[in-house]
């Protein structure tokens, strides 16, 4: 949970990630096929490597099925 509320004008928002870790600059986002845009997604994720912020994408299909890894996956990012 964030500590303090940031408010951020909509024309400098890049993404809203599902869990973010600010001490180590990662973002996760768990993303259905019917909200996956796969250049949307890569134009996200360059904006925010541009920032220093790491990006992992998880799709639902991997987190109920892969857990194990898709936690080894984050694990590893930290």
Do not use: W
Not at 6 to 19: R, V
Not at 21 to 39: M, S
């Amino acid at each position: 949970m964030a500590e303090k509320e940031i408010f951020i004008p909509e024309n400098k928002l890049i993404t809203s990630a599902d869990f973010y870790f600010p001490n180590q600059r990662l973002a996760i986002f768990c993303d259905g096929a019917e909200f996956h845009d796969t250049e949307k997604d890569k134009k996200i994720d360059e904006s925010l490597e541009a920032i220093g912020v790491k990006s992992l994408r998880f799709t639902g299909k991997q987190i109920t099925e892969e857990l194990e890894n898709v936690l080894t996956e984050i694990e590893n990012a930290l």
